[in-house]
C-alpha cells in the first residue's frame, strides 16, 4: 500500500510521515509492548495520502486564495469565514479511488484481527508539526469515536484531514509561523477501546501546576475520555509519587472523588456513534479505578516517560489519555506525547513567586466570589466576561477573563485574548486547564457556580497564586511577581526547615532552598480535607442527627466507611507532604487543636467537653491517652503507619505536642508502641514538641524517650510568661525575645546537646524575628524550621 502504515511500523522516525501522534503510538507498540503496556492496534493513513487527496481535488488553489483573505488574524469573524470555507472544500471532494481502495482493505484487514465484521475504530488528526516541542497544542483537530463502516470511516478520514484547518488550529500556525499549506495530515485509524462500559481519562507524569517531577498525576471519569479532556465533567483525581513506587510500595498520596453525573457511551446508530448519559447513584458516588489500578496505571505511564527521556536525552514528562476496557477489565494507553510546558521552562535555580500586594488574607477573603482547582500559579485581573456558549461572546477584548461553563477547541481564538480563565466544569487536565498552561495565564476550572455568581462586566481577580485552590476576587488588586535566583542565596550554619500545613501546596514550597519540614501540622489536613471531628469517624453511632449522620457519610463517599476515610485521607495528606520532600525529613505532629476547634469539627459537639481555658486544658499528649480521644489517637496512628510502610515514607518522623509530664510521654508512647510505630524501627524518630517550662526544667529526663526536641515558641513563651497569647489585652507583653524566654530556650538546646539528640525550633519566633534565630544559632541550635514566605529573606538576613 503507498498509504497505509501500520502502527507496529512505525517509530518517533516517522514524524514527517505520519505525524507526532501515530508515530508516538508506532513507538509505543514496537519498543514498550514489550514491556507490558497495552496500545491497541491500528493504522495510519500517511501525510501523503493528505496531499494526494487535495491534488486528486484540485482544491489547493483555492483554498490558499480563500486563506488570504484573512489579513489580520484578531479578526475573528473573517477567522470563521475562512476556516468554515476551507473545510467545507475538503469534506465535500471526493475520495480518491486508490487511496479510498487502501483505506477500506486497511480497516478490513483490522476487522479480521479482531475477529468482528465492523470494528469500532476512534479516528484521530496526527499534523506533521504536531506534539512536537517546538509547536504543541492541545486539541488542535478533532477526533471521531465509535466509527464502523467503511463510509464512515472515510467520512470521517475527510473530516479529520479538514479539521487542519479548525479556527484555532489556523491561528496556531500563524503565531508560531508555520506555513498552512507545508504541514500535512496524517490520519489515526485505532481500535477502540471500550471505555463507554468502564472509565477512560488523561495522566501527567509531573505535578502540573509546579512542575514537581517526581509524581504521577491522573484524572479519571467513568465513560469514554474525551469527557475528562473537553472538560463536561469533574473528574476523580489521583496522585502517586513516583520513587516510592519504583521501590514497591503503594504511595497513592491523593484520591479526590469527583463530580461525574455524566458520561459519554456509545450511541445507538452510525449517525449518532457516541452519546451522553447520566451516570447511575452506584457509579456517582465511586471512584472510577481502583487501587490496584490507579498504580498499574501509574506504572505505565513512569515507564513511557522514561522511555521517551531515554531517546531525547533528557527530562521528557508526558501527556498521556488512557482508558479501561469494560470487557477484558484492562487497561489500555491509547495516546502519549510530550508535555512541554515544564520540560522547555524548567530551570531548579530560579523561582518565580506571585502574590498580591495591597490586601491581606482577611481583606481578601472577604472579597471572595468563588473557588476553584487553581491551575498555574500566576495572578491576573480584568473584566468578567460571561458567557455560556461561544455564540454569546460579543466583542471579547485582550485582558479580559473569561468566565463560562467549559471550553473546547473552539474556544482558544478567545482564550488567548483572555487574561485568565474560569470554568464551571472540568478537571486539571480539561481543555481549559491545557490551553491555560500553553498560554502562561491562570485559570480556574471545576468552580461550579462561576458563570452564576461572576457578573458579566465586573472587575476581578484570579488568583491561583495559593495552592491547589484558586480564588476570584471582587475588585482588582496589585501584583507582584518575585523572580529569585537560588545559585545566589546565602545559606546558614544550620539546618534549614520549613513549616508547612497545606498538602497541596508542599510541592511548590519544596523547590525553596530548605533541608526538609520540620513541622507538618495534620490539623489542616483535618479541617479542610476530613472536615469531621476525628471521633466520628472513630465512633459514629454516638451521632444522633440524621442529617449530620447523612452529611458525614457524603463526606466519605468513595470509602468502605467512616474510619476508612479517614485514615486514608489523613495519610494521603501527609503522604503528599512527605513525597514533595522525599528523601529529606518530614517531622509529622499528632493533631494539637484545643478542644475549642475540635468542637467547631463537623459532629464535635457530639464529643468535646466545654472548658473554661482551653489552651491549658485537654490537649496535646493529655487527650492521646483519654478515654474521649484515644480510639482517634488510634486512627492518626493507623495513618501514619500507613504513610511510612504502605506508602514507604520512612523520611517522615513523628512529634508528639504538649508533654506535660515524663508520665505522659511515658503513656503515649505505650500506646504508640501498640500500633506498630516503634521509636528505632525502619529509621521512625521520635521528637517532643518541647514547648511547657516542665520540658525544659526536666530536659535530662525527657531526652531519654526522644530522638529530638523542637522548641514550640509560642506555648513556650505563653507559660513561661504567664501570657494568653489570645488575648488581646495582654498583646503587648508576648515577646519571644524577652530574657525569660531566651533563657528557657538556650537551657533545651543545651540539654538536648548534652543528651546527643537533636535539638531544632518549629514555633513562630525565627519567623517573626531573624535576631531569634541568630540568638537560637549561636546557642547551638541544631535546625530552625520557619513559614515558607520568610525563608528566602531569613538566609538573606543571616546567611553567609
Known amino acids: 500500500m503507498n498509504y497505509i502504515k501500520w502502527f507496529d511500523t512505525l517509530t518517533m522516525n516517522d514524524v514527517s510521515l505520519v505525524g507526532g501522534k501515530n508515530a508516538s503510538l508506532g513507538e509505543m507498540i514496537k519498543q514498550l509492548s514489550k514491556k507490558g503496556i497495552r496500545i491497541p492496534y491500528g493504522f495510519a493513513v ?38 468554515s470555507e476551507i473545510r467545507a472544500l475538503i469534506t465535500t471532494a471526493t475520495m480518491p479511488h486508490d487511496l479510498a481502495l487502501e483505506i477500506e482493505q486497511a480497516y478490513k484487514n483490522l476487522c479480521a484481527m479482531y475477529e468482528q465484521q465492523e470494528v469500532d475504530v476512534a479516528v484521530r488528526s496526527s499534523a506533521t508539526a504536531e506534539d512536537l516541542p517546538e509547536a504543541s497544542f492541545a486539541g488542535q483537530q478533532d477526533t471521531f469515536l465509535n466509527i464502523q463502516g467503511v463510509e464512515e470511516l472515510l467520512g470521517a478520514c475527510k473530516k479529520s484531514m479538514a479539521s487542519l484547518f479548525t479556527d484555532r488550529a489556523i491561528i496556531y500556525r500563524l503565531e508560531k509561523g508555520f506555513d498552512h499549506f507545508k504541514i500535512g495530515l496524517s490520519v489515526g485509524v485505532q481500535k477502540m477501546v471500550r471505555a463507554d462500559i468502564a472509565s477512560a481519562g488523561v495522566a501527567f507524569t509531573l505535578e502540573t501546576e509546579s512542575g514537581f517531577k517526581d509524581m504521577v498525576m491522573i484524572n479519571a471519569s467513568w465513560g469514554l475520555g474525551e469527557a475528562v479532556v473537553k472538560g463536561m465533567i469533574n473528574p476523580d483525581e489521583f496522585c502517586i509519587h513516583k520513587t516510592t513506587l519504583q521501590k514497591g510500595f503503594k504511595p497513592i498520596i491523593k484520591k479526590r472523588l469527583g463530580d461525574k453525573p455524566l458520561k459519554l457511551i456509545y450511541g445507538q446508530d452510525k449517525q449518532n456513534p457516541v452519546q451522553e448519559v447520566t451516570v447511575g447513584n452506584e457509579h456517582y458516588v465511586s471512584f472510577s479505578l481502583t487501587d490496584d489500578e490507579i498504580l498499574e496505571l501509574a506504572r505505565y505511564c513512569m ?15 508526558m501527556d498521556i489519555e488512557w482508558a479501561k476496557d469494560g470487557l477484558d477489565k484492562k487497561l489500555y494507553i491509547v495516546q502519549a506525547r510530550p508535555e512541554t510546558i515544564h520540560a522547555s ?100 476550572v471545576g468552580s461550579e457556580r462561576a458563570t452564576a455568581l461572576i457578573a458579566d462586566g465586573t472587575s476581578i481577580t484570579v488568583d491561583c497564586s495559593r495552592g491547589a485552590t484558586g480564588y476570584v476576587y471582587e475588585g482588582a488588586f496589585a501584583i507582584e511577581t518575585i523572580k529569585t535566583d537560588l545559585k545566589k542565596i546565602p545559606q546558614v550554619s544550620v539546618e534549614l526547615m520549613v513549616n508547612i500545613a497545606d498538602p497541596d501546596q508542599a510541592f511548590r514550597v519544596s523547590f525553596l532552598p530548605v533541608d526538609g519540614v520540620g513541622l507538618a501540622r495534620t490539623e489542616f489536613i483535618i479541617s479542610n480535607l476530613i472536615k469531621m471531628h476525628p471521633m466520628a469517624a472513630a465512633d459514629p453511632e454516638k451521632i444522633t442527627d440524621p442529617d449530620l449522620l447523612r452529611d458525614l457519610h457524603k463526606i466519605g463517599l468513595g470509602y468502605a466507611d467512616l474510619k476508612t476515610f479517614f485514615v486514608d485521607t489523613l495519610a494521603q495528606g501527609i503522604g503528599s507532604i512527605a513525597a514533595a520532600f522525599y528523601p529529606r525529613p518530614v517531622i509529622v505532629r499528632f493533631s494539637d487543636f484545643k478542644s475549642n476547634e475540635y468542637r467547631n469539627l463537623l459532629a464535635g459537639k457530639y ?66 508502641n501498640k500500633q506498630g510505630l516503634i521509636a528505632g524501627q525502619q529509621g521512625l524518630g521520635l521528637y517532643m514538641m518541647c514547648e511547657i517550662p516542665s520540658n525544659v526544667v526536666l530536659i535530662d529526663e525527657f531526652c531519654k524517650y526522644f530522638d529530638g526536641i523542637s522548641i514550640g515558641s509560642n506555648d513556650l513563651t505563653q507559660l513561661a510568661l504567664g501570657v494568653d497569647r489570645d488575648s488581646e489585652l495582654l498583646a503587648p507583653l508576648f515577646d519571644e525575645r524577652d530574657l525569660a524566654v531566651k533563657k528557657m530556650m538556650k537551657e533545651a538546646i543545651e540539654g538536648a546537646n548534652r543528651n546527643k539528640i537533636h535539638s531544632g525550633i518549629c514555633g513562630q519566633a525565627p519567623s517573626d524575628y531573624p535576631e531569634i534565630g541568630e540568638f537560637l544559632i549561636k546557642a547551638g541550635i541544631g535546625s530552625i524550621s520557619l513559614n515558607p514566605d520568610v525563608v528566602l529573606t531569613f538566609l538573606t538576613t543571616l546567611g553567609k
Open 607 to 672: 464529643f468535646e467537653p466545654e472548658e473554661e481555658n482551653p489552651m491549658l486544658g485537654l490537649r496535646g499528649a493529655s487527650r492521646y491517652y483519654s478515654k474521649l480521644y484515644e480510639p482517634a489517637f488510634l486512627l492518626e496512628c493507623a495513618a501514619l503507619k500507613k504513610a511510612r510502610e504502605e506508602m514507604g515514607f520512612t523520611n517522615i518522623k513523628i512529634m508528639i505536642p504538649f508533654i506535660r509530664t515524663v508520665q505522659e510521654a511515658q503513656k503515649v508512647i505505650g500506646i504508640m
Open 345 to 444: 521552562q524548567y530551570d531548579p535555580n530560579v523561582l518565580l513567586t506571585y502574590r498580591i500586594s495591597n490586601a491581606s488574607v482577611d481583606e481578601l477573603a472577604k472579597k471572595t466570589i468563588i473557588t476553584g482547582q487553581s491551575i498555574g500559579e500566576r495572578i491576573a485581573k480584568g473584566n468578567a466576561k460571561v458567557a455560556q456558549n461561544i455564540a454569546d461572546i460579543t466583542a471579547f477584548k485582550e485582558g479580559d477573563i473569561l468566565v463560562t461553563s467549559m471550553t473546547d477547541p473552539d474556544w482558544v481564538p478567545i482564550m488567548k485574548k483572555a487574561a485568565a480563565i474560569i470554568t464551571d466544569r472540568g478537571g486539571r487536565t480539561s481543555h481549559a486547564a491545557i490551553v491555560s498552561r500553553e498560554l502562561g495565564i491562570p485559570a480556574i
Open 303 to 317: 515507564i513511557i516517560e522514561d522511555h521517551y527521556s531515554a531517546i531525547n536525552n533528557k527530562w521528557m514528562p
Open 46 to 83: 500517511t501525510a501523503e495520502a493528505y496531499w494526494h487527496f487535495l491534488n486528486q481535488n484540485n482544491i489547493l488553489p483555492t483554498m490558499q486564495k480563500s486563506m488570504t483573505q484573512l489579513t489580520d488574524r484578531n479578526d475573528l469573524a473573517m477567522l470563521k469565514k475562512v476556516g
